[in-house]
Each structure stands twice: as C-alpha cells, then as structure tokens.
C-alpha cells in the first residue's frame, strides 16, 4: 500500500505545520509579554516588580537578569 | 473575536482568556477526532481508494483560507474607509486583516501540499497545469507577497495602509487570473480534472468532511485570535520601545 | 478636467523619458539584459530549433518580465526614495496624472524594448511573423497593462528599503494573465498555433481597463501616506 505513506505524510505535514506555527505564535508572545509585563501570571512579569517570595517560581529563571 | 477585551488600556491585553483556552483545548481536541476519522473510521472510495483521505484536509482548508481572505479583504477595505477617522477602530481593522492574512497563506499552503501529494497518487504527477491549481498557486504567491509587506521596516501607519491597498489588489487579481487561466486550459485540454474530484460521497464521507472543516475552522479562529493578540503586543512593544528611547535621551539631555 | 489630467500626465511622462533619455539606462543596460535573456533560453533549450520556435512566444513575454521589471523599478528609483510624494506635494499634480505619466513613460520604454526584442526573437528563433496587426495589437496592450500594474505596485513599493526583492514578487503574480493571453496571441500571430489569438487581446484589453481603473483609484492613497 504506497498510497499510505503519502497520506500519513500529508497529515504529519498538515499537523506538524499547524503546531509549529502555533507554537511560534504562542513563544514570540510569551517572549514580547515578559518584556512588556502583559499577560502572563503576575507573579512571573515584570520580576524586578515582583516579591521577593515569586523566586521560586518555575519560569522566574529570567528574575535574576533585571 | 470581539475585540472589545482587546482594546482600550494595554494592560489588560491578555495572551489567553478562558475563552480562547477553551476555543484551544476544543480545536486540539477536534482535529484529534479530524484525524481519527479521516485515518480510521471513514471507508475507503471505490474509484480514489484511500486518497479520498487527504480531500478531508485539502477541501477544509481551501474553504477555511478562502474565507481568510475574504475577511482580509473586507477588514482591509474597512481599514482604508474607516482607518483614518477612528484612531482605534482603524488600528483594528489592520490587526485583523494582518492575523487573516498569515493564517490564510498557511491553509492554502496545506491545500496546496495536500492537494500536490493527492495528485501523486491519484494521478501520478504531483502537478497538473489545471485552472483551479494554477490560479491557487499565482494566488499564494501574491499573499505571500502581501505579507512581505506587513512584515517590513516602516512606519506603521504607511506600512498598514500599503498592506491594505495590496490586499484589495490581490482580492481584484484573483478573478482575473482565475479567468484567463481558466480560458487557457479550456482552449488546450478539456477540463477533464474536475469530474472525476467530485467523485460520488457517502454520508460516511460527508460527515467527516463536514467535521473536519469544523475542526479546521476553530483552529483557525484560535491562531487568528492569538496572531492578532501577537500584532497588538508587537505594536505596544514599539510604542514602548520608542518611549524609552524617548526618556533615556531626556535622561541624557538633563544629565548633560 | 480630463484634458488637464491628461496634460499633467504627458508633463510627467516627458519628464521621466527625458531622463532616461539623458542617462540612457534602458537603452545601454535593460535592452542588452532582454536580449541576453532570450540567448540564455537558447542556451537552456540547447539550440533546439523546434522548441524554441514553439516556445518563442512565451520567451518573448518572458524576457518583457524580467526586463519591464527593472524598467519599473528604475522608474521609481530615479524619483528617490521619498521623492515622488514630495514632488507630488510641490508640483500639485493629482495622483491619476502621475500613476499615467509614469504608467507612459515606461509603456513607451518597453515598446523600445521590445521592437528589439522581437527582432531577437525573429532572428535567433527562426519564426516568421504571419499576422503583423495581431503581434502589434498584442504587444501595445499587452505592455499597456503591464505598464500600468508596473506602475501601481511600483508605487506600492516606493521608499520601501527591500524594493528590489518586494516589487518582483509583487508584481510577477499579477502580470501573469498578461504573459499567459500575451503568449497565446503572439503564438496565432506568429502562426505558430490555429488557435485564434484575437480572443486574447480581448482579454489583455480587460485587464489593461481594470488596472487603468484600479491605479486611477489607488494612487491617491498610496500617494498621500507618510
């Protein structure tokens, strides 16, 4: 059956396109929302704003930096 | 997309609400079902085989970018009309036009390389010089073009209003290629492609067509609604940017 | 009012062929670029006479492309990268004088251009010309509408830094219709196929009047911006 192999690989590539275009979106706005402080967890935004208690969150590996 | 959460103070620009994280969870959950159903469940079709699968990913997803670029189109002539009076409502509008965009030229890249793939085995040959395929590649190129120009350098209000006017562009290009080219084949070959496509559909087929588009549309909603979250945040980052810039020369000036 | 749009037009149109009169880029640079073009097809094909006069239609419209493309961009080149918005405000013209007189200028360049080219083609692909109104009629409106879509997205892509990569992509897309109807036509002109070429001028006269319309629209706003 050769006629398998093309359409599992249509869906991988249908699938795996829609994910990884996803993905990007949700990245460049995790990235942009650290920076600015929007729309991530209080605790996580804006560390230099934040409590010193927020140190142990699981994300704070940028608090350091500011 | 309401907009209405979106606009207003930036501080309250979320990338995810309970809605959209629902919306997500939905659309994840359906395009599993999609795959499961178009893999599995459905039957094999006497004349395509098993081929008749990738038609339950082509089909949606040419409908979903058509409709994408329908609601390009419409916000980009919104944009044009109504940009300039309201300040907001504009900026809006080219949000819209822009996440559209961008999620339409991915489905009609899945249409495409599904379709290409369908072609290998139905009819041995990736491509065929058919109208329909001829026209959907000159019409990708040309949003691929559209998007070159959001995506570059410029002052955004210039750069949106550009956009806008090469989005009404390719919207007036797509009827006029579609018909030379149609004319074209038609004069050369009979268009022989189209009758056998549209090869008799059981109810079995039909439902998973019909399921699968939904679950092609939700995810589309879900990556247009966070790509136009994406293009407010780029924005408030370059206004912010720019202030910055702005308050460190005053800085410097008083330092001075 | 017409004759005044008119006029303004055929200031701004003399105004860039003076140009390139004086530097003579088109002439000395975009021709020869044509030409070599069309060897290079010779070369791919490797001189297969029969193929090449088969496919010397297309080549021709080809080598318009690729060369009209960079007589667009010259055209707006020579107005510097903020320049024409600028003029626009000095001199008062209405965009639709503008997007004619440019849409003029390049329209008479790429007739030069393609008078040698189809010599080139005559020659180095062995066709004959059987039906000289049909190719005259074919190319005039063929390169109206390609004049005009030039013009449109040249000015779409003005001031922009990437233009040499943006206005190809563009405008390749859209000028397709005009390759494809042109090709067909010259191929009855040059008797090459039975197929009757008038049609397609019909069609190349469609898009040259849509495109009129549409840069007579558009330029105002993507004149006004900045």
Request: aromatic fraction near 8%; charged fraction near 15%; proline fraction near 3%.
């Amino acid at each position: 059956m050769d006629s398998w192999g093309t359409i599992l690989l249509g869906y991988g590539i249908t699938f795996g396109a829609i994910g990884v275009y996803a993905y990007s979106i949700l990245s460049r706005s995790r990235t942009i929302g650290h920076e600015l402080g929007i729309g991530v967890p209080e605790s996580s935004a804006r560390p230099h704003l934040a409590g010193p208690g927020d140190l142990d969150e699981p994300d704070s590996d940028r608090s350091p930096r500011r | 997309m309401s907009g209405a959460s979106d606009r207003g103070d930036s501080r309250h620009l979320m990338t995810s609400s309970v809605a959209t994280r629902v919306l997500g969870w939905v659309g994840l959950a359906s395009m599993a079902v999609m795959a499961l159903l178009g893999l599995v469940i459905s039957p094999r079709d006497r004349i395509q085989g098993e081929a008749v699968r990738l038609l339950y990913i082509h089909v949606p997803t040419i409908w979903v970018a058509y409709g994408s670029f329908i609601l390009t189109a419409v916000a980009s002539a919104l944009y044009l009309w109504r940009g300039s009076s309201r300040e907001d409502r504009g900026r809006h509008y080219d949000r819209l036009a822009g996440a559209a965009g961008e999620v339409a030229v991915l489905f009609l890249a899945l249409t495409l390389v599904t379709g290409m793939l369908w072609g290998r085995i139905t009819w041995g040959v990736f491509w065929q010089w058919d109208a329909r395929l001829t026209t959907t590649a000159l019409m990708f190129v040309s949003y691929l073009g559209y998007l070159a120009i959001r995506n570059m350098p410029a002052e955004i209000e210039a750069r949106s209003r550009r956009a806008a006017i090469a989005a009404l562009l390719a919207a007036v290009n797509i009827p006029i290629v579609h018909f030379s080219v149609e004319w074209w084949r038609t004069l050369h070959q009979k268009a022989s492609i189209r009758s056998d496509r549209n090869s008799e559909i059981t109810g079995d087929m039909f439902a998973t067509l019909m399921f699968s588009l939904l679950a092609f549309t939700l995810v589309a909603a879900w990556l247009m609604i966070h790509r136009y979250r994406l293009v407010r945040l780029e924005e408030i980052r370059e206004e912010e940017g720019l202030a910055l810039a702005v308050s460190a020369r005053r800085a410097e000036g008083v330092n001075a | 009012m017409i004759a005044e749009l008119l006029g303004d037009a055929a200031r701004v149109a003399r105004k860039d062929l003076l140009i390139e009169w004086r530097t003579r880029v088109t002439i000395n640079q975009v021709i020869p670029l044509g030409l070599l073009v069309e060897v290079v097809f010779a070369f791919a094909f490797d001189a297969n006479r029969s193929l090449l006069e088969q496919g010397a239609p297309g080549l021709f419209w080809v080598g318009v492309l690729f060369a009209g493309t960079l007589v667009v961009q010259r055209s707006f080149t020579v107005e510097g990268p903020e320049g024409i918005t600028d003029a626009l405000r000095l001199s008062g013209f209405r965009p639709g004088s503008l997007f004619l007189g440019k849409a003029a200028a390049v329209f008479v360049e790429l007739v030069v251009l393609e008078a040698a080219l189809l010599t080139g083609v005559v020659v180095l692909f062995d066709v004959a010309v059987s039906d000289p109104l049909l190719l005259v009629s074919t190319t005039v409106i063929g390169t109206a509408g390609f004049a005009l879509t030039g013009a449109i997205y040249g000015a779409l892509s003005l001031g922009v830094r990437v233009r040499e990569t943006l206005l190809p992509l563009l405008l390749i897309p859209v000028v397709a219709p005009i390759l494809l109807g042109g090709s067909r036509a010259l191929e009855a002109a040059f008797g090459i196929s039975t197929q009757p070429g008038w049609n397609w001028v019909g069609i190349l006269t469609v898009i040259t009047g849509v495109y009129a319309a549409i840069g007579l629209v558009a330029f105002g706003p993507l004149m006004e911006e900045s």
